[in-house]
């Protein structure tokens, strides 16, 4: 995991928004999970293989790990949340679900006094069960995420009889490709998580961002958690300075506003360029006409930036074009 990922995780590890993030991915937004049924499980698997000299350990890391009650059956749920495609994805949560059973018959083993007397060679009763678990992806990165989601995918099975592969177990993962997943399928999570979603699906992307924000009033009241996660994730300076001067509503963060005058600005600073070459051109005293014939643009743009220079002869380039849009 590197450090992109951190902000989210610590926000994923609350036990109220890790629910919020299940409810929405596994049961299309129905509040069926609740911070009281995710209780919290070691992120850290250690292994032990062999005996004496010959004995080896090892570990394995996941982002997030959480036991589910409440259910039918009892889930240990964990989310690798990724910004990068992980092509051996699945043979990574195959071992980490290997180190996760073996652990957990390790402490079905040190509960008893003794061994079963059925199979004393057995760790296991014939009564005994283990907890399933259920691997989510996460992913978040740039790239379409492209790799194989089973074993069989990244298996050379070329020489392998067509009657003999179905005796090979297969192993799926399930992803969840946040940037290419359809608006309306994020929309399915609840409000702070929705909105989180969208924006680092369009974070290239503002014009596009306030398009969909004007629709959804989840926008306008963005929790100041979720908000924090997802600028630092973005890693907008910009959303950085909203943050100090954000509008609230109801302790909440008003996004529109805040994207507003973000993509405000980033109109600005393209346009502070085409503003500083008309600059040059003023203080060379070159007449409306000329200038707008030179560069293409009307008389009439010309010369209402003209007379910015000269109403607001303290202001920068880029102050004088957010003043022209």
Known sequence: MGRKEEPLVKYYEDAEHFAELMNGWLYAGHRVLTSEQVHTRNIRYTG????????????????????????????????????????????????????????????????????????????????????????????????????????????????????????????????????????????????????????????????????????????????????DTVWHFVSDRRMLEQSIHMEKENGGVNMCKAIDDIYAEGKAEGKAGEIGIIRRMYERNMKTKAAAELLGFSDSYIMRIYSMFRDYPEENDMQIAARSL
């Open 48 to 227: 032990k293989t062999g005996k004496g000299r010959a004995t080896r350990y090892r570990s394995r890391y996941r982002d997030i790990v959480k036991y589910v009650d409440g259910l039918h059956i009892r889930l240990v749920m964990g989310t690798e949340i990724q910004t990068y495609i992980d092509y051996a994805m699945t043979v990574r949560m195959m071992d980490y679900d290997a180190v996760d059973y073996t652990e957990q018959m390790e402490e079905i083993r040190h509960s008893r006094e003794s061994v079963p007397k059925e199979n004393p060679l057995s760790v296991l009763r014939k009564t005994d069960r283990l907890t399933p678990i259920l691997n989510l992806v996460l992913y978040l990165g740039e790239k379409p995420w492209d790799a194989e989601n089973h074993l069989h995918g990244i298996l050379d099975m070329e020489k392998v009889p067509e009657q003999l592969r179905t005796y090979i177990p297969d192993y799926n993962i399930k992803v969840l490709d946040i940037r290419r997943m359809p608006d309306e399928r994020l929309l399915e999570f609840p409000d702070d998580i929705a909105c989180m979603f969208l924006i680092i699906k369009y974070e290239k992307d503002a014009s596009m961002l306030r398009t969909v924000m004007q629709g959804i009033s989840a926008f306008r009241n963005m929790g100041e958690d979720a908000y």
